[in-house]
């Protein structure tokens, strides 16, 4: 079936570098795509969405750049902080017979090293 | 305002038993998703729920029921628990004003860890 990835389980990066975490898709349909952060004994936290009307949306310190010719998301964060350590998860609105869902990647874990 | 509670927070199961899960969204929030989270498998769709209807529901035996209360509160139940439900249950709450629940942001709980020995 349809199916959300990631391109690497863990990213380890230098705090304050900037980082990306990337996200493939595979339902060329999908018109929403969104963004969430797991801190450890926490539930997933809502970062950003996008629609896919559009190919770029900036929160604060996060940007997420889709691109359907190539159905890749990714999510990029800036000057990365020790609080940015957490497992990022992205997620495609799919269709489910009638009925729509999300349908969410396997997830990456980003590791600050300070 | 309160986020959304889910308890118990951890509990400890024998096979064969059955588990009742608790979800309180947020104040405002009709819609109810649950998911099960397991390091193999990631975050998998159980249910929604929405003004006590169930609108939406995934890939999981009978075994894993749900309903949803007139305040919106919910509960998950488990029968017939099995090795494999060992994992994290999370809720998740949204306005959910239409059947495109994909399109609503989703407030996650803390989950219930449930373990099953």
């Known amino acids: 079936g349809e199916s959300v990835g990631l391109h690497l389980p863990t990213l380890s990066v230098q705090e304050g570098d900037n980082s990306i975490i990337n996200c493939a898709y595979s339902?060329?349909?999908?018109?929403?795509f969104i963004w969430y952060k797991q801190e450890s004994g926490k539930g997933p936290q809502f970062i950003i969405d996008?629609?896919?009307n559009m190919d770029k949306r900036q929160g604060q310190r996060v940007t997420v750049l889709l691109n359907k010719t190539v159905k890749h998301l990714s999510l990029q964060i800036a000057a990365t902080q020790p609080g940015d350590s957490a497992v990022y998860f992205c997620?495609?609105?799919?269709?489910?017979?009638?009925?729509?869902?999300?349908?969410w990647g396997a997830g990456t874990k980003l590791i600050i090293k300070p | 305002k309160a986020g959304v509670t889910q308890t118990p927070r951890y509990l400890i199961k024998t096979r064969g038993q059955q588990v009742t899960l608790s979800c309180s969204p947020i104040?405002?929030?009709?819609?109810v998703s649950w998911y099960q989270q397991t390091p193999g498998q990631g975050l998998q769709f159980l249910f929604e729920?929405?003004?006590?209807?169930?609108?939406n529901k995934g890939n999981f035996p009978g075994r894993f029921s749900g309903r949803q209360f007139s305040n919106s509160r919910s509960e998950m139940n488990v029968s017939t628990l099995e090795l494999g439900d060992s994992a994290l249950y999370l809720c998740?709450?949204?306005?959910?004003?239409?059947?495109?629940?994909?399109?609503?942001?989703?407030?996650f709980g803390a989950g219930s860890r449930l373990t099953v020995l």
């Open positions: 998740a709450s949204s306005l959910g004003g239409t059947a495109d629940s994909g399109a609503n942001v989703l407030t």
């Open positions: 104040s405002g929030h009709r819609s």
């Open positions: 729920y929405f003004s006590e209807t169930q609108r």
């Open positions: 339902n060329s349909a999908s018109d929403y």
């Open positions: 996008i629609r896919s």
């Open positions: 997620a495609e609105k799919g269709k489910s017979g009638s009925n729509y869902q999300l349908i």
